[in-house]
């Protein structure tokens, strides 16, 4: 059983930086692929990144692309997003899960959900 705890979030305005952390306990987390995922408000919660096990493969969202970048370091059992330009309707909860395998973007697919961390960015 993994668990995960995000952390990172806040306020920040259009343009602005973050970078959250997912902080995992239990001794299996580096076999797992990490995602990342957001929920705004009355929306679906929707694909932001995620890194396999190994840190080999990666995946983002076409939105994500360019400005975003996710890393892990297994000795820390900790998964980095590091997002630049931030733009005001990327407020949203910011979640992390596991997955067996490559990255995918079903969120369904992902288990072991944090609590979140609310990212608000101001125009």
């Known amino acids: 059983q993994v668990q995960l705890v995000e952390s990172g979030g806040g306020l920040v305005q259009a343009g602005g930086s973050l970078r959250l952390s997912c902080a995992a306990s239990?001794?299996?987390?580096?076999?797992?692929?990490i995602g990342w995922f957001r929920q705004a408000p009355g929306k679906e919660r929707e694909f932001v990144a995620a890194?396999?096990?190994?840190?080999?493969?990666?995946s983002y969202a076409d939105s994500a692309k360019g400005r975003f970048t996710i890393s892990r370091d297994n000795a820390k059992n900790t998964v980095y997003l590091q997002m630049n330009s931030l733009k005001p309707e990327e407020t949203a909860v910011y979640y992390c899960?596991?997955?067996?395998?490559?990255?995918?973007?079903?969120?369904?697919?992902?288990?072991?959900w944090g609590q979140g961390t609310q990212v608000t960015v101001s125009s």
């Open positions: 239990g001794r299996t987390f580096n076999m797992y692929t």
């Open positions: 899960g596991t997955v067996n395998g490559y990255p995918v973007v079903l969120s369904r697919a992902y288990k072991n």
């Open positions: 890194i396999t096990w190994s840190g080999g493969r990666t």
